[in-house]
T-cell receptor, first 109, second 115 residues
Framework: GQQVMQIPQYQHVQEGEDFTTYCNSS?????IQWYKQRPGGHPVFLIQ?????EVKKQKRLTFQFGEAKKNSSLHITATQTTDVGTYFC?????????FGTGTSLTVIP | GAVVSQHPSWVICKSGTSVKIECRSL??????MFWYRQFPKQSLMLMAT?????????EQGVEKDKFLINHASLTLSTLTVTSAHPEDSSFYIC???????????FGSGTQLSVL
C-alpha cells in the first residue's frame, strides 16, 4: 500500500508554543486529508487539501499542500491543552485511504 | 450527523475462537467502508476496503480467510476474525464514507484481546 511518513513521531511543547507536523508521500497524491485522534478516541476529520500549493486555515491551524502534491504540513499557532492528540495525514489514492505514521502532540500547561 | 457505530467496544476471547465486529452507519448510506488495525501509539493500518454488495479488497499481507469482511447493506459491514490467536490482539476500527463525500467517519473502535 501507499507509504506515508510523518515527522516528528512525538512532539512535546509548552502551552503557547507553535507546533508543526510534516507529511511526506513517495508518490503524487490526488488529495490529502488530516485527522486528529484524541487519546482513547477515534480519528476525526479536520480538512482536505486538493490543489497544488493549497493553503487552508482553521483558526489556529494552518494546512498546506506541497506544489508537487507529495507533501503536506499542519501548523498550530500558540498551542493549547485542547490540541493534545495524534495528528494523522491520510493519502487518498482513489478508493483507498492510507494514513501517515502520525505525530503525537503533548502540550505542557 | 454522519455517525458510525461500532461494537463491541472491547472483546476478550479464547485462542481458536472467532469474533465478529459490527460497523454501522446510523444516519447515512455508506457506499464504502474501511477496516483498519491500530497498534498502541501507532498509525492506522488499512486492512481492507469494502463496497456495498461486492467483495472486499484486501491490502497486501492481510489474510482474506482470517479476516472475513461482509458489506451486505449500505449501513452495515462486519469483520470476523476467524480462529483468533494472541497475535491478532489489537484495536480494530472501521470508517465509512458515501459517494461524493471524501471525509471518513470513524467508529469508536474495538479492542480485541485473545488469550
Amino acid at each position: 500500500g501507499q507509504q506515508v511518513m510523518q515527522i516528528p513521531q512525538y512532539q512535546h511543547v509548552q502551552e503557547g508554543e507553535d507546533f508543526t507536523t510534516y507529511c511526506n508521500s513517495s508518490t503524487t497524491l490526488s488529495n490529502i486529508q488530516w485527522y486528529k485522534q484524541r487519546p482513547g478516541g477515534h480519528p476525526v476529520f479536520l480538512i482536505q487539501l486538493v490543489k497544488s500549493g493549497e493553503v487552508k486555515k482553521q483558526k489556529r491551524l494552518t494546512f498546506q499542500f506541497g506544489e508537487a502534491k507529495k507533501n503536506s504540513s499542519l501548523h498550530i499557532t500558540a498551542t493549547q491543552t485542547t490540541d493534545v492528540g495524534t495528528y494523522f495525514c491520510a493519502a487518498n489514492t482513489g478508493n483507498q485511504f492510507y494514513f501517515g505514521t502520525g505525530t503525537s502532540l503533548t502540550v505542557i500547561p | 450527523g454522519a455517525v458510525v457505530s461500532q461494537h463491541p467496544s472491547w472483546v476478550i476471547c479464547k485462542s481458536g475462537t472467532s469474533v465478529k465486529i459490527e460497523c454501522r452507519s446510523l444516519d447515512f448510506q455508506a457506499t464504502t467502508m474501511f477496516w483498519y488495525r491500530q497498534f498502541p501509539k501507532q498509525s492506522l493500518m488499512l486492512m481492507a476496503t469494502s463496497n456495498e454488495g461486492s467483495k472486499a479488497t484486501y491490502e497486501q499481507g492481510v489474510e482474506k480467510d482470517k479476516f472475513l469482511i461482509n458489506h451486505a447493506s449500505l449501513t452495515l459491514s462486519t469483520l470476523t476474525v476467524t480462529s483468533a490467536h494472541p497475535e491478532d490482539s489489537s484495536f480494530y476500527i472501521c470508517s465509512a464514507r458515501w459517494t461524493g463525500n471524501e471525509k471518513l467517519f470513524f467508529g469508536s473502535g474495538t479492542q480485541l484481546s485473545v488469550l
